[in-house]
């Protein structure tokens, strides 16, 4: 026999090496308890959480939870099917209503996850024969339904305007072509040039998909995403997002208005061959994308701690993902994986959680502590962190500038 995981015997190492030398197992982390959205009980210890993705600290909003809870008495604990067949119910309609409410648009389609939303819009947009062009530092959903799809993948520099449109000018212009660009991107917290990236797309007769993961909830006057903040609405044909981050449940969709959309519902595979999300997931992800619509507080209040956090976290001498706040993440650039293991656990012993972050998550190889704020951290919080993130330095010997 042939042993298939020997492929893996350096990763095994690796971590084997980070575990014998005493320190905690970075991706295995329990919470015992979750106390409020920025709060959770980890190894009998009451820990502050900055590294989650609640950005609007939904997951306990009273509203939310009771939507679920009438849910699950209403419709039971699951849907034991796909969509297509018996997993659509009243809830899946409702939530999906809820999110053409909240983007302005016609059609709205809910998939298990982000990551299948992605997998399946672009591998069922673009198939065999057509282009889709996308930022090198796409998430891995992105790459996925580009495989899934056996579409040509044309990758342009992170960011880059004239890469991309030096790429566009390459290809064919009779084939079909699809640009996929982020709002905010998920490592760094970098948000992209949309306005101009949009203009070039679209000169050269392409589709465009904005995946606003990062940025639903927040940005732009209604929360719709980098795409509202740019007034690109009319412009871009189709918005991916996930409910796992400012919403605070799980799941994920696409919205869009072009009149064929629904067509999608039939073909595409990661939406048809896989279950339905439960009622209760529907019912308070509903319920919280109602809620995010009129959030402006919540939204000036995340913006304050994410400035208070950069700007403390700069002052100290920390090297960060971006010159100043673009969006709730701030990256946290470490030297190596040696120092960022124990950094991240130097942390976590000082009552404090953020994201470790390695390859191949992370661009250009490198390491980094991903911390992301939520609008419900206080500023004492905010506080108690920086002083963690100081002590922490100073003990792993962290050298800053
Ligand atoms: N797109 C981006 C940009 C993401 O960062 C993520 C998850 N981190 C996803 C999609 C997938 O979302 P989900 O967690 O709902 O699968």
């Known amino acids: 026999m042939i042993d298939l995981l020997a492929k893996f015997d350096g990763l095994v190492a690796e971590r084997q090496m980070v575990l014998d030398a005493g320190m905690r197992d970075p991706v295995g982390v329990v919470m015992s308890e979750v106390l409020s959205p920025t709060e959770a009980i980890i190894q009998g210890r009451k820990t502050i959480l900055m590294g989650t993705y609640n950005y609007m600290g939904m997951t306990f909003d009273p509203d939310v939870i009771a939507a679920g809870e009438a849910a699950l008495r209403d419709f039971g604990a699951g849907t034991t099917g796909s969509r297509v067949l018996n997993g659509t119910y009243a809830t899946h309609k409702d939530c999906e209503a809820a999110l053409c409410e909240f983007y302005g648009t016609k059609y709205a389609m809910v998939f298990s996850t982000g990551y299948q939303a992605n997998l399946g819009i672009v591998s069922t947009l673009a198939g065999r024969g057509d282009y889709v062009i996308l930022d090198a530092d796409s998430h891995a959903s992105i790459y996925d339904g580009c495989s899934m799809g056996n579409a040509d ?217 991903r911390c992301s704020l939520c609008a419900a951290h206080t500023a004492e919080q905010v506080a108690t962190i920086l002083a963690a993130f100081e002590a922490a330095a100073a003990e792993v010997g962290l050298q800053l500038s």
């Open 153 to 369: 993948v044309v990758r342009f520099r992170h960011n880059s305007v004239e890469d991309l449109e030096k790429r566009l000018r390459r290809l064919p212009a009779d084939a079909g072509k699809l640009v996929v660009l982020e709002g905010v991107y998920s490592m760094l917290g970098d948000i992209a040039p949309l306005a101009e990236m949009v203009r070039v797309a679209k000169a050269a007769g392409a589709m465009v998909l904005v995946d606003e993961a990062h940025a639903m909830g927040f940005f732009g006057e209604h929360g719709r995403g980098v795409t509202e903040a740019a007034g690109l609405e009319d412009q871009v044909d189709f918005i991916v997002g996930t409910f796992s981050k400012s919403v605070g449940t799980v799941g994920g969709f696409c919205v869009s208005n072009h009149p064929k959309f629904e067509a999608l519902r039939l073909v595409c595979r990661p939406y048809v061959f896989t279950a339905a999300l439960p009622p209760t997931v529907m019912a308070s992800s509903a319920a919280s994308i109602r809620k995010l619509m009129h959030n402006a507080d919540k939204r000036a209040a995340l913006w304050a701690a994410t400035r208070g956090m950069h700007e403390g976290l700069r002052a100290r001498g920390f090297t960060l993902g971006t010159e100043t706040a673009e969006s709730a993440i701030i990256a946290v650039m470490m030297p190596d994986q040696v120092t960022t293991v124990r950094m991240w656990q130097a942390l976590l012993e000082r009552g404090v959680y953020v994201n470790f972050a390695r390859p191949p998550a992370t661009p250009m190889g490198t390491y980094l502590l």
